[in-house]
């Protein structure tokens, strides 16, 4: 009787002996798969921040420009239209017309930054409805302007409007805070 060996079965009936010391192809496919995951994964991730990085931009910061018209000094004001200074914290205060002359469009507020402000500010003038109606530049310390020009005339004789003043810390541009004030417009007041 003829010995059969194992080595000969396999060969007969067309099978081979798996090597121990190969991978099998299932696994490679695995490893394969898996790997070209986790490359699609990095890739999407890389492009993500490069698209975040690209389109994201933070907004440069555009100042308001200072006023052409400003003058150095402090302005000479008849006490009938109510010049005076509001001191809003320590080193923050405005110096203005409570009633300001007016000729229904152009205001003489005389805003005034004093010379020992550690701010710049700058005023808007809004409506009732809180629209503006009328903007300064920015005011360095010791300067002042004397009129602010509305964009449109004032139609009533009396005009409630808020004089809205956004301060800012120099050279910086942080914000100082705000401060609204209420007043009246007497158009055509002298």
């Known amino acids: 009787m003829a010995v059969i060996t194992p080595e000969k079965t396999s060969a007969a009936s067309g099978l081979r002996p798996q090597r121990i010391s190969a991978v099998c192809r299932t696994w490679r496919k695995r490893v ?20 975040a990085f690209f389109y994201f931009q933070p907004a440069v910061l555009t100042h308001p420009d200072f006023d052409s018209s400003a003058v150095s000094g402090t302005p000479q004001v008849d006490e009938r239209f109510g010049y005076s200074t509001l001191q809003i914290t320590d080193g923050y205060a405005v110096s203005l017309c409570g009633m300001p002359a007016n000729d229904g469009q152009t205001i003489e507020l005389n805003l005034t930054n004093p010379a020992d402000n550690t701010v710049w500010f700058r005023a808007e003038v809004l409506d009732a409805a809180g629209e503006v109606i009328g903007a300064s530049g920015v005011l360095r310390q010791g300067t002042w302007l004397p009129s602010l020009t509305l964009t449109r005339p004032l139609e009533e004789p009396e005009t409630q409007v808020t004089i809205h003043i956004v301060a800012y810390d120099p050279d910086t541009w942080q914000s100082r805070g705000n401060v609204n004030l209420n007043m009246t417009l007497y158009s055509g007041y002298s």
């Open 32 to 51: 394969r798969n898996i790997t070209l995951l986790y490359l699609l994964i990095i890739s999407l991730g890389i492009a993500a921040a490069l698209g």
